[in-house]
């Protein structure tokens, strides 16, 4: 079994298209019969309000002086890449995520220039 990159983000709301951001990046890296082999986590200023405290848990003053996305990108991307080191391919990897289509959307339109 390959190695597996397991992510999940915390966002301001459900459309990524309509201004939701992402205010928390969380991740492991899971080498099957060895564990977590790598953590990364850490919260992400949306430069906007924070939406619903409810669900996330989190508040302004938690996030006021968080990295903004752009600025943690690439250290996600890296890590996420960090699986294909282990399978020695990127095709042959795999990335999870526990809400994928959110978080692919979320992902897709960070990156996307305006």
């Given at each position: 079994?390959?190695?597996?990159?397991?992510?999940?983000?915390?966002?301001?709301?459900?459309?990524?298209?309509?201004?939701?951001?992402?205010?928390?990046?969380?991740?492991?890296?899971?080498?099957?019969?060895?564990?977590?082999?790598?953590?990364?986590?850490?919260?992400?200023?949306?430069?906007?309000?924070?939406?619903?405290?409810?669900?996330?848990?989190?508040?302004?003053?938690?996030?006021?002086?968080?990295?903004?996305?752009?600025?943690?990108?690439?250290?996600?991307?890296?890590?996420?890449?960090?699986?294909?080191?282990?399978?020695?391919?990127?095709?042959?990897?795999m990335c999870l995520s526990l809400n994928r289509s959110?978080?692919?959307?979320?992902?897709?339109?960070?990156?996307?220039?305006?």
């Amino acid at each position: 079994m390959k190695p597996l990159a397991v992510v999940d983000v915390e966002t301001t709301g459900l459309n990524p298209y309509r201004h939701d951001r992402v205010v928390e990046v969380a991740a492991v890296l899971v080498v099957p019969g060895q564990g977590i082999s790598a953590e990364l986590a850490t919260l992400v200023n949306p430069e906007r309000d924070i939406g619903p405290t409810s669900v996330h848990g989190l508040t302004a003053s938690d996030i006021i002086n968080a990295p903004r996305f752009a600025q943690i990108a690439g250290h996600l991307l890296s890590f996420c890449a960090a699986q294909s080191r282990w399978s020695g391919t990127m095709s042959g990897s795999m990335c999870l995520s526990l809400n994928r289509s959110m978080a692919e959307s979320v992902l897709k339109c960070l990156a996307t220039p305006r």
